[in-house]
């Protein structure tokens, strides 16, 4: 029911910055907790941002002052705004809702940095 489509991944220099998106739908979506996640090779996941559905805000450390979590409920749109990319940023970025019974995942979308 809950689908999550995500945009903006791809390939950028070490400096760049992307916007990603993820749309929900089959959610009401403004009374959601939503979460970005990301997955380097041979790593674990990680949350890096978290938004709650009354607009509070936690960040990684690694991404703190470079990365911006934000919401348009009318579009059920959730976007991550990343910031002086560095190669260590690369990873598949995940996109997640929190329902009151389950996370629900978007796809993954890979963002690479190049040096």
């Known amino acids: 029911q809950v689908r999550l489509v995500e945009s903006g991944g791809g390939l950028v220099q070490a400096g760049g910055s992307l916007r990603l998106s993820c749309v929900a739908s089959?959610?009401?979506?403004?009374?959601?907790?939503m979460g970005w996640y990301r997955q380097a090779a041979g790593k674990q996941r990680e949350l890096v941002a978290f938004?709650?559905?009354?607009?509070?805000?936690n960040y990684a450390d690694s991404v703190k002052g470079r990365f911006t979590i934000s919401r348009d409920n009318a579009k059920k749109t959730v976007y991550l705004q990343m910031n002086n990319l560095k190669p260590e940023d690369t990873a598949v970025y995940y996109c997640?809702?929190?329902?009151?019974?389950?996370?629900?995942w978007g796809q993954g979308t890979q963002v690479t940095v190049s040096s």
């Open positions: 997640a809702l929190y329902a009151p019974s389950r996370v629900y």
């Open positions: 938004l709650t559905s009354g607009g509070s805000t």
């Open positions: 089959g959610s009401i979506f403004s009374i959601n907790d």
